[in-house]
């Protein structure tokens, strides 16, 4: 499943957003998008983990928690259309 991640605190980096998430299960891949000119972080980003239940299971305990002083936005993400 993969999984939308928004609010992130522009200091949190690939590494430690996937050691948060692995907690659940294991995790296919990590991305935080960043912006093309400066290569800061947008704030957001995308978790791919394998196993569905475990991401389901992420997303109704992490969503609203803190994470780096901010409140995370998790949930599915949607296809691009």
Known sequence: MNIY???????????????????????????????????RSKGFGFVEMIDEAAATRAIETLNGTDFAGRAMVIKEAKPRA
């Open 5 to 39: 991640i928004g609010n992130l605190s522009y200091k949190v980096n690939e590494a430690e957003l996937q050691q948060v998430m692995e907690d659940f299960g294991e995790v296919a891949t990590v991305k935080i998008i960043k912006d093309r000119e400066t290569g």
